[in-house]
Every structure is written in structure tokens, then in C-alpha cells.
């Protein structure tokens, strides 16, 4: 990954540079905005995680137009952290873009996203990798137990984001996403053809992009795995009420989308 070292990226591609030499089997893409005191522990514990493994990875951090000194900081780390690169928006456009650059801008055979507070720890993915090997495209963790045996949440989240979160999630299963619970848990991953496909119809910007993400891999045959989720609620998180009101816009907007054959194979 020596192609991007800070360089700002605007527009989205299939493929931002050729794997040469090196097989990469996991692309670890961290969408990040102003991030400068959560995300050098993150970076830590994900390389440590990575250098136990057998196969061959990356980290690409994408930040969102950030403020403060997140670049700067992830720059810092690639001295001390193997594989690590960063794709600098010089806009702030939402989550969704974010993870949207990553997952085109990656090579891995799977591409995973996830939070840059670490709430859903990297070593989950030793429970997405069996999913992965049984022939599932999209493998994602969930939070809640109806989803998957065994999930939970380490420190319960505010209330309104409870009930806000309980309200959307009927809103979602009524209009978009029949059947899963969670789909918000910011932790999934998708082998290479499905992201790319994915990711190229994707249009949501903001947090629906989830949401959008797991309408798309539906309409497109792929099958959805999901694990169990040990997630730690960071309160320090930006998500606000106002984010969960504008989910529910997005999530109409994805409706739209899916009626008007906006997703479909042949779409653009």
C-alpha cells in the first residue's frame, strides 16, 4: 500500500492500485473524523491482532475532512504500525463516504470496516472467518441476541439511544431490511467482488449507509452472516439524536432507491 501517504482522493474507483507481488487476504479500513485521541490506541490493538496472523493484511485509514490532528496522528503511527496508509478527504461527507472510499480503494480478498474507538473489538473477526469459509459474501456482528446468540453490550448506551435505536430498527425491518436487528453495529466485512459491487452502487453518505449497504447485498443475491457482537459503548461517541432522525430520511431514500431499480445488477 505505498500509493497513498496522505494524498487526498475525491472520486470513487474499482480499484485504486494493483496488488503486485503480495496477496493481501484482509483489508482493515477505518473511517475517521476528528479522531486524534481514540484512534492511536485502535491502530495498536489492530496491528497487534494482525501481526499474530498468518495471513498477509493492511490498514487504510480514511479521514473525513477532519479538523483537528487525526492525520497527523495516523501519519505518526505508520512508523510503528506495518501496512498502515491513509486516503485524506479534503470534505467532510459522512461515514458512509468514508467507509464507501475505503472499501474501493482496498485490495484484500475481505474487506473489513470498522470503528475508530474500537467498541467492537478487531478479534471478532475470528468469528466472521468461518462464515467466510462456509461461502457467505457479507459477514457482519450484531449487538443484539435476536440477531445472534451470545451478543451484548458491555455498557448499556443513553436512553434515547435506546429507544431511538429500537424505534428505527422496526422502521428499518418495515421498509428496507426485513430480519436483522442490528444493522447499525459499525463492524463488517465483505469479500472483494461483493464490495466492490456493493460499494459501487452505494450512494448514502451518512450512518444509513448501513442500512443502504444491507439493501444492496440483498437485491444482489448475496448471503448475509452474522456473529455475535461484545460491544463497549464509548460515551465520548458523536453519534446524536439528530444522526437518528436523518437514518430514518436515509432510510426512506434507500426505499426510493430499491423502487426505482436503482440497485439492481445492470444499474449505474
Same mark, same amino acid.
Given at each position: ?58 490498514? /487504510? ?69 468461518? /462464515? ?81 449497504? /444491507? ?54
Amino acid at each position: 500500500m505505498a500509493f497513498f501517504s496522505g494524498r487526498t482522493e475525491e472520486a470513487p474507483v474499482k480499484q485504486a492500485f494493483p496488488t503486485g507481488s503480495r496477496d493481501i487476504f484482509l483489508s482493515v479500513i477505518i473511517p475517521a473524523y476528528n479522531e486524534e485521541k481514540r484512534i492511536p490506541k485502535t491502530l495498536d490493538i489492530i496491528a497487534e491482532y494482525l501481526r499474530r496472523q498468518p495471513y498477509q493484511s493492511e490498514i /487504510l485509514v480514511v479521514t473525513d475532512g477532519p479538523t483537528d490532528n487525526t492525520i497527523g496522528v495516523v501519519n505518526d503511527k505508520k512508523k510503528a504500525v506495518p501496512n498502515l496508509e491513509i486516503l485524506a478527504m479534503s470534505k467532510h461527507r459522512g461515514k458512509g463516504y468514508g467507509v464507501r472510499m475505503g472499501m474501493l480503494h482496498t485490495t484484500g480478498r475481505i474487506r473489513l470496516f470498522t470503528d475508530a474507538d474500537n467498541s467492537t473489538d478487531i478479534s471478532h473477526f475470528d468469528l466472521m472467518r468461518p /462464515l467466510f469459509d462456509k461461502g457467505f459474501e457479507v459477514v457482519i456482528c450484531s449487538r443484539d441476541p435476536k440477531d445472534a446468540k451470545g451478543a451484548k453490550q458491555a455498557i448499556s448506551q443513553k436512553w434515547y439511544k435506546r429507544l431511538a435505536g429500537n424505534a428505527g430498527n422496526l422502521f428499518i425491518q418495515m421498509l428496507a431490511v426485513r430480519g436483522i436487528w442490528d444493522t447499525q453495529c459499525g463492524f463488517k466485512a465483505f469479500r472483494s467482488g461483493a464490495a466492490e459491487k456493493i460499494f459501487g452502487k452505494s450512494r448514502i453518505n451518512g450512518f444509513g449507509f448501513d442500512i443502504e449497504t /444491507l439493501t444492496i447485498a440483498r437485491n444482489l443475491g448475496y448471503r448475509i452472516g452474522i456473529v455475535p457482537a461484545h460491544w463497549e459503548n464509548d460515551p465520548s461517541s458523536r453519534v446524536r439524536l439528530l444522526s437518528y432522525m436523518k437514518v430514518f430520511w436515509e432510510t426512506v431514500l434507500v426505499k426510493i432507491n430499491l423502487w426505482r431499480g436503482r440497485y439492481e445488477k445492470g444499474a449505474i
